[in-house]
């Protein structure tokens, strides 16, 4: 049993909720992703909107950087010096489904009593989007029959 | 439209995403309940096979049940102590989508050398199933459409 709590190799858990997770598991680096998907790129705009203290901004920033999720770029405006905004990598984007997962759990156990702050939309026809899980076949399926089984690299079984 | 901005009271945040997090916005609860969607339920298997301090494990699964995401439950074996066990309300069974949207995300972009430790089936058919959009009429979207736009609550445009 178990675990070297403190070393923390890199990337060592098999499990990829695990690995998620050891990228983006708390709350400051998924608010960052919601903003950035909300077009956000600049430090003081994302420390403003988010209400983080600039140190902590800044150290989460860098880990997803480092974890590719986001890229920084460098721009300069008139008469200023150089400055650095950060913009959502394919990878990045893809964290939409988890962000919308989130969204959905929110509103239906915990909703916001003014009302919701964000919808989820196809923007191509302007109709409401959900979560859905489909089978290969394309046919949504009843998510109570919807189970997380055992893969090939399982070391334990359930 | 009330907006209290600075003084942090309690699950105050308006936005679903946020609120969410700050239930489960960290790594050891949604591996709690990763776990637990395995049917773990007893506080000693949970340590072990997370690999978690059992103080953290106590202050977590406290805070679980607090939100409303597992239930606690009393149990003795014969000449043992009484004992408590836990598990998913059907608010906790809802994270389901999140960890599946957490595990899709890792199984892309950071995929274990090992294969996966887990996979997400139709136990009803016995067929994969992943998560997709949909949109009001039932059809599968395609994801780079779907936008989170600012809601009748939101605060600030984007």
Request: include cysteine; glycine fraction near 8%; aromatic fraction near 6%.
């Amino acid at each position: 049993m178990v675990t070297p709590t403190n070393s923390r190799p890199k990337k060592e858990h098999h499990c990829s909720i695990h690995r998620s997770l050891d990228l983006v598991g708390e709350k400051w680096s998924l608010l960052i992703v919601r903003n950035a998907l909300r077009g956000e790129s600049r430090f003081s705009q994302l420390r403003d909107n988010l209400g983080i203290p600039s140190d902590i901004l800044a150290a989460r920033l860098a880990s997803l950087v480092d974890a590719g999720v986001l890229e920084r770029r460098s721009y300069r405006e008139q008469g200023e010096r150089e400055r650095f905004s950060y913009h959502l990598t394919e990878q990045g984007f893809a964290l939409k489904t988890v962000l919308v997962a989130l969204q959905e759990w929110g509103d239906e156990f915990s909703p916001n009593p003014g009302g919701r702050v964000s919808l989820t939309r196809d923007t191509s026809t302007g109709q409401h989007a959900s979560l859905a899980f489909v089978g290969d076949d394309g046919s949504v399926l009843d998510a109570q029959n919807v189970s997380l089984v055992p893969g090939p690299a399982a070391t334990i079984s359930w």
